[in-house]
């Protein structure tokens, strides 16, 4: 098992950046794929961006792609996510979430292969 806390969230001006971070306790983190999904007030959960547990690859959502960056740390077993020219519409509750394998890139975008959840942390964007 592995427990998840997410941190960096906050006010911020449209165009401005924040860094996310996702820390990891319990299990080895490295071993696990990792996505960052957002939620938005009335809206369903929806991915944002993942990153496969070894090779590191990344995956985005079209919204976010030149914009948002997935990174991790496996040494200090941390998941970030850098987020460049914000945007009002990027306003919402980030969630950290992560899952042992996945074994196709449908299933880094689906909220429901997830197994572990952080609490979220709540970015703002103000126009």
């Known amino acids: 098992q592995v427990q998840l806390v997410e941190s960096g969230g906050g006010l911020v001006q449209a165009g401005d950046s924040l860094r996310l971070s996702c820390a990891a306790s319990?299990?080895?983190?490295?071993?696990?794929?990792v996505g960052w999904f957002r939620q938005a007030p009335g809206k369903e959960r929806e991915i944002v961006a993942a990153i496969t547990r070894s090779s590191g690859i990344s995956y985005y959502e079209d919204s976010v792609k030149g914009r948002f960056t997935i990174s991790r740390d496996n040494a200090k077993n941390t998941v970030s996510l850098q987020m460049n020219i914000l945007k009002p519409e990027d306003t919402a509750v980030y969630y950290c979430?992560?899952?042992?394998?996945?074994?196709?890139?449908?299933?880094?975008?689906?909220?429901?292969?997830?197994?572990?959840w952080g609490q979220g942390t709540q970015v703002t964007v103000s126009s």
């Open positions: 319990g299990r080895t983190f490295s071993s696990y794929a």
């Open positions: 979430a992560a899952h042992p394998t996945l074994s196709s890139v449908d299933l880094y975008f689906t909220s429901a292969s997830y197994e572990y």
